[in-house]
């Protein structure tokens, strides 16, 4: 069975840091692209960032410089950090079986549940 479960979310300060992760069973995470989409409430899904199958990343114009994701092979982990946060950067956070871009959000059957992380002061 495909499946996608993140963990480390929570609630921190503008300015803090944040690592999430993904684990990842029933395929390897070398095989195909992955990602991370967020959600605010009311707002549309964004993209954050993706990274391919052979490594290369991308990221959202809104994260760049402040946000990096990484996988572990070994432990079929995907990750996000996150620094600087900001109160804008609240949101679920997803990962995802797919590659996103600003026009292209992988489906949400290739999704896991999120975890949710709040910036607040």
């Known amino acids: 069975e495909v499946q996608l479960v993140e963990s480390g979310g929570g609630t921190v300060q503008p300015g803090e840091s944040l690592r999430l992760s993904c684990v990842a069973s029933?395929?390897?995470?070398?095989?195909?692209?992955m990602s991370w989409v967020r959600r605010a409430p009311g707002k549309e899904p964004e993209c954050v960032s993706s990274?391919?199958?052979?490594?290369?990343?991308t990221y959202g114009h809104s994260v760049r410089d402040r946000f990096a994701i990484s996988r572990d092979n070994a432990k079929n982990t995907l990750y996000l950090q996150m620094n600087s946060l900001k109160p804008e950067d609240t949101a679920r956070y997803y990962c995802a079986r797919a590659h996103c871009s600003i026009r292209d959000i992988p489906p949400r059957d290739v999704w896991g549940q999120g975890t949710q992380v709040t910036v607040s002061s």
């Open positions: 990274i391919f199958v052979r490594g290369s990343t």
């Open positions: 029933g395929f390897a995470i070398t095989s195909t692209h």
